[in-house]
Nanobody
């Protein structure tokens, strides 16, 4: 059973950067589509970015396009989210997720993904 553990969250000033990591165990990431979601207080969990199992397809939420980059390392069985030009509205708990069909849907929906990490807090504040 695939297990996911996020790290790399923290406090950063507006305009700064954070790099989130997601370590896997129990299985390799081969064949899995992967994604990052976030959930701010009082809001629903939203898809931020995804990447297909081949790495050929990526999708991003409009709110993060041009600022966030999702990537995967198939050798290390890791996934990453590089977040630049951060804004206070990016403050949320960030979750990594994986789905067994290998896809990356344009609409990054919670219901598509089978495996979830516990989350890591990212706070953008001066």
């Amino acid at each position: 059973q695939l297990q996911l553990v996020e790290s790399g969250g923290g406090l950063v000033q507006p305009g700064g950067s954070l790099r989130l990591s997601c370590a896997t165990s129990g299985s390799t990431l081969d064949g899995y589509g992967i994604a990052w979601f976030r959930q701010a207080p009082g809001k629903e969990r939203e898809g931020v970015a995804c990447i297909s199992s081949s790495g050929a397809s990526t999708n991003y939420a409009d709110s993060v396009k041009g600022r966030f980059t999702i990537s995967r390392d198939t050798v290390k069985n890791m996934m990453y989210l590089q977040m630049n030009s951060l804004k206070p509205e990016d403050t949320a708990v960030y979750y990594c997720a994986a789905e067994h069909l290998g896809g990356c849907p344009p609409s990054i929906g919670v219901q598509t993904f089978d495996y979830w990490g516990q989350g890591t807090q990212g706070t953008v504040s001066s």
